[in-house]
């Protein structure tokens, strides 16, 4: 497209670049590169465009070493991130959101099958000391060893992983999969101290004496309770322990039917699991189902499972019924949701009353960190530890993240802090790259809306779905009960995506300018400003977003 310009035969100037049509123009074309809306939602900041493109192109280790930029967990997260970015994806208003999720479940299935493995840095002076072994602690100790600086992981479990082990079933993150993402994080020579207890205030100080820099990831593990219930009985459990108990194989005793209380994934995660070892169990949430905040695939699927919602409904009292076990009074409720997570407003509906009859209660209603073991020397508010923009706490070299420090309860949250304060630690150490833009971080840009879109160029199709084992199978192994994607239905899926403002050199705005005044360059476009008109074609016929108008001030 950059041939010579023909000379016309009735002028006498030798070529019609000396006609500098250009200056017509009000408004100029600029090829750019802008941040997509998944991109915007993703709470590690992943560059999802790029990664879906190498895919596309089978480049599946490019691919991965895009998503691992910033969480060393695809594999995991492909299989438990509440996907935020599906929801803002651009394609949500055209046909149906991309199945991102699954396609980094894919992405991050291929690193594990091929052995994939970070390099081993060179080492750099600065010793970091992380508490917490869960995501939020290995992303940071990730990010920080990839930089150079030692580690060390210091974790109350026997192993490592945190929620992702002791809290979530297999049945929905096998463990050959945690270990392996763990596995290759450790390989890069962190050191590791597991069943280590931080006990006081004494302890922490003693880590901080000893390294440059300290990080805090305990997450939150002090159970919420219901005030009607009393724990003492032995027929009243929180939801955690009760999972940590069946996924290390040594499940309570309790009776045969189960009332498990709460709406969030914990609360499926518990009911599934139960169902899993023979019970009968109903869920109680104060929710209404669209309101629950577990995932609607998961309420799905428990229902598929065999299990009894009981939406819109609290607890009121409990009663001994002698032989036929407890009975529960309860009510309906107008449940109201907060602007912060975990507020909430309740209503009760009058003559609403109702009875559920179990032999045992399981209360899944959220989980608070405990600060006390941290002693006076650091700052908290409404139960959480106090740290800035930089993740920084009110002591002296010592940062923290995750459950502790925030109420944005998702692993891939907790993950995403992780990275960020690793960021803020290394600048702290003096490593003058840590925070600078890292690659396919955009900034300046605002986010590709759906309008920016050429649609022409995207046909309409069909998300792709993947399996899932049914239901008739799920209850007699931890085998996972979502399956992943082919290698077919992953490149299919990966054609739908908008690629939204990262450039697929696709050379519309170079064959569609009617002035030829969009040349390709090695790393993308220049619109040649002699000669642009500001007639927006370029822009029209743009299928990602990647070029827009801008006024010219003259």
């Known amino acids: 497209m950059n041939a010579p310009i023909p000379t016309p035969a009735t002028w006498t100037t030798g070529s019609t670049t000396a006609i500098m049509t250009g200056t017509w123009r009000a ?27 190498l895919a596309r192109a089978r480049d599946y280790f490019g691919a991965w070493q895009v998503l691992v930029r910033h969480n060393p967990f695809p594999s995991i997260a492909g299989r438990i991130c509440h996907h935020p970015c599906e929801t803002a994806c651009n394609r949500a208003g055209y046909d149906e959101a991309l199945s991102i999720c699954k396609l980094e479940r894919f992405v991050g299935d291929q690193a594990l099958a091929q052995g994939w493995g970070f390099e081993v840095p060179v080492s750099r002076p600065g010793h970091v000391a992380i508490v917490g072994g869960g995501p939020s ?183 001994d019924a002698g032989s036929r076990g407890l009975a529960l009074s309860c009510s309906k409720v107008v449940f109201v949701a907060g602007s912060q997570r975990g507020e909430f407003t309740l209503t009760p509906v009058s003559g609403s009353d109702f009875r559920l009859s179990a032999d045992a209660i399981i209360t899944s209603i959220g989980q608070d960190p405990d600060l006390t073991v941290l002693g006076e020397n650091f700052a908290s508010v409404g139960g959480l530890l106090v740290t800035d923009a930089q993740f920084a706490t009110s002591a002296s070299g010592v940062y923290a993240g995750g459950d502790m420090a925030s109420m944005a309860r998702f692993v891939t949250e907790a993950v995403g802090m992780g990275q960020r304060a690793a960021e803020s630690i290394a600048r702290k150490l003096q490593d003058p790259q840590a925070g600078s833009r890292r690659p396919g971080n955009i900034a300046g840009e605002p986010l590709v809306a759906l309008s920016s879109i050429s649609t022409f160029y995207h046909p309409k199709r069909a998300r792709a779905e993947s399996g899932l084992l049914a239901a008739s199978e799920r209850l007699s192994s931890v085998v996972e009960v979502q399956l992943g994607l082919d290698v077919e239905q992953a490149l299919t899926e990966s054609e739908r995506c908008f690629s939204c403002g990262t450039c697929i050199f696709c050379d519309n705005c170079v064959v569609y300018c009617p002035d030829m005044a969009v040349k390709r360059v090695d790393k993308g476009y220049v619109v040649l400003t002699n000669y642009c008109k500001g007639c927006g074609v370029c822009v029209k016929e743009c299928p990602t977003g990647s070029m827009k108008m801008q006024e010219e001030v003259r």
Request: glycine share 10%; with cysteine; net charge negative.
């Open 27 to 53: 408004s100029l074309a600029t090829h750019i590169k802008a941040p997509a809306p998944c991109h915007g939602a993703c709470p590690v900041d992943g560059d999802i465009a790029e990664w879906i493109g």
């Open 137 to 319: 602690g290995l992303s940071a100790a990730f990010q920080l060893r990839r930089l150079g600086f030692a580690v060390t992981l210091y974790e109350a479990q026997a192993e490592l992983g945190g929620l992702m082990r002791y809290g979530i079933p297999a049945y929905r993150l096998a463990r050959d999969v945690l270990d392996g993402e763990i596995a290759r994080i450790i390989a890069m020579g962190v050191k590791v101290n597991c069943s280590h207890r931080m006990t006081c205030s004494d302890d922490f100080e003693r880590l901080r004496e000893q390294h440059d820099a300290l990080y805090l990831a305990l997450g939150a593990a002090r159970n919420k309770r219901l005030p009607t219930l009393d724990y003492a009985q032995p027929w009243v459990c929180d939801g955690a322990t009760y999972l940590a108990a069946a996924n290390a194989g040594k499940p309570l005793t309790l009776g045969k039917r189960l009332v498990v209380i709460g709406g969030g994934s914990a609360a499926l995660d518990a009911a599934r699991s139960a169902r899993r070892l023979g019970h009968d169990v109903t869920l109680l949430a104060l929710e209404l189902r669209d309101q629950m905040p577990a995932q609607a695939e998961e309420v799905h699927e428990a229902l598929e499972e065999g299990i009894a919602l009981v939406d819109g409904s609290r607890l009121d009292a409990v009663s």
